[in-house]
């Protein structure tokens, strides 16, 4: 099967930025697409990131201009480079990967932004 951990995130100051990383490791064979997605406390996780192998990327309006999801697939390697980053950006990250038509998630990585 497929692990996911996540790391990177942390406290920053409004107007600051952040690298999450999320290494895949185990049986990788082909994952397509790999994605960033967020909860923050009593709200529902979302979507705020994915990319497609070939490098076709979509965001989550609220991140757009602010927020660039990569990839590594040759380290099966996703990154999110978060900049400008606002209080209303505090959640846990998770990166989740469809490989095989199953999906799979990381264990979430803190990211708290104070004002």
């Known amino acids: 099967q497929v692990q996911l951990v996540e790391s990177g995130g942390g406290l920053v100051q409004a107007g600051g930025s952040l690298r999450l990383s999320c290494a895949a490791s185990?049986?990788?064979?082909?994952?397509?697409?790999v994605g960033w997605y967020r909860q923050a406390p009593g709200k529902q996780r979302e979507l705020v990131a994915r990319?497609?192998?070939?490098?076709?990327?979509d965001y989550a309006n609220s991140v757009k201009g602010r927020f660039t999801i990569s990839r590594d697939n040759a380290k099966n390697t996703m990154y999110l480079q978060m900049n400008s980053l606002k209080p209303e950006d505090t959640a846990v990250y998770y990166c989740?990967?469809?490989?095989?038509?199953?999906?799979?998630w990381g264990q979430g990585t803190q990211v708290t932004v104070s004002s």
């Open positions: 989740n990967i469809l490989q095989g038509g199953r999906d799979y």
């Open positions: 185990g049986s990788i064979f082909s994952i397509d697409p």
């Open positions: 990319i497609t192998y070939s490098g076709f990327t």
